[in-house]
């Protein structure tokens, strides 16, 4: 049962680094603003070019 508590928090520990606060991308262009039309409460933008883990893709926000 210890054994399944240190991996369960070491999972958790190294999945933890990706919420870990900072920029999702610097210097990109916004390419596109547009509301969803899958009737959901978000918006998106399209963005291109850019360093960072969002570099070149479609951003997801709650509205």
């Known amino acids: 049962m210890k054994n399944k508590i240190c991996v369960a928090t070491l999972c958790l520990a190294f999945?933890?680094?990706?919420?870990?606060?900072?920029?999702?991308?610097?210097?990109?262009t916004i390419t596109e603003?547009?509301?969803?039309a899958a009737n959901q409460d978000v918006f998106y933008l399209r963005i291109s070019g850019g360093t960072g883990p969002c570099a070149g893709k479609s951003l997801l926000f709650p509205a």
Do not use: M
């Not at 999945?15 to 990109?28: D, F, I, K, N, W």
């Not at 603003?33 to 969803?36: C, K, L, N, P």
């Open 33 to 36: 603003i547009a509301s969803s």
């Open 15 to 28: 999945l933890s680094s990706y919420a870990v606060s900072g920029e999702l991308v610097r210097g990109a």
